[in-house]
């Protein structure tokens, strides 16, 4: 398809399981996005991708959040050891650049039991 | 204090009524982003805006920079507009910060 793809649609881990979510931005989009965001609450900023640079990790909540973009294009947000207070929808985003409309994928609902 | 508020957070009205969504920011910002989120989480663009006002459609989005204000307007709304609406401003180089959401319900 044309849009941003995330996969798994559902997740669901037990505490202190590793788990890697995936996005496919558009074909072509050279910035990407992850969003986290909680039940009844508006998403907030994770991480941004450049390409393959990560410019801003500022919304990582913990060292356990990792995200990567080896090639420029897919990106996979790894959470180690999750913990019950991780669960919530993970949105990705991408765009053609700077002050361009961000296409957001349907996210990705994890559950931590 | 949130960066960005919006208002109301829950909106309910009958089909055919005039809908008004209210944004306010304390930040800087390049560009504001009103968003419609469906049930299971898809986020839609709806406009993005910097200045004065767009329309598509039924629906009409304005902001006033120097007031630090955005309101989105559905006109003839109907149950399929029913939805979250979130807006969210663009800080620094792309980063989106976002409202709380508004959630509508528009009953036949």
């Known amino acids: 398809g044309a849009g941003v793809s995330q996969s798994p649609r559902y997740k669901v881990a037990k505490r202190g399981q590793d788990v890697a979510l995936r996005c496919d931005p558009i074909?072509?989009?050279?910035?990407l996005f992850w969003y986290q965001q909680a039940l009844g609450q508006g998403p907030e900023f994770l991480t941004y991708?450049?390409?393959?640079?990560?410019?801003?990790k500022s919304g990582l909540p913990s060292d356990r959040f990792f995200a990567e973009r080896p090639e420029g294009s897919v990106s996979t947000l790894k959470i180690q050891r999750t913990q019950q207070e991780d669960s919530a929808v993970y949105l990705c985003?991408?765009?053609?650049?700077?002050?361009?409309?961000?296409?957001f994928g349907d996210g990705t609902r994890l559950s931590i039991l | 204090k949130n960066e960005v508020e919006q208002s109301p957070q829950n909106l309910t009205a009958q089909e055919g009524e005039f809908i008004t969504i209210n944004c306010s920011y304390s930040?800087?910002?390049?560009?504001l982003h009103w968003l419609q989120q469906h049930p299971g989480g898809g986020i839609v663009s709806l406009f993005m805006?910097?200045?004065g006002k767009k329309k598509h459609g039924r629906l009409i989005a304005t902001i006033n920079i120097q007031e630090k204000h955005s309101s989105l307007h559905i006109t003839a709304s109907h149950p399929r507009d029913s939805a979250v609406y979130i807006c969210?401003?663009?800080?620094?180089?792309?980063?989106?910060?976002f409202g709380q959401g508004t959630r509508l319900t528009i009953n036949p």
């Open positions: 985003a991408s765009t053609t650049g700077f002050n361009q409309p961000q296409h």
């Open positions: 074909s072509g989009h050279v910035s």
């Open positions: 991708f450049q390409n393959e640079a990560q410019l801003d």
């Open positions: 930040v800087g910002i390049s560009a």
């Open positions: 805006l910097s200045s």
């Open positions: 969210a401003v663009i800080q620094g180089a792309q980063k989106l910060v």
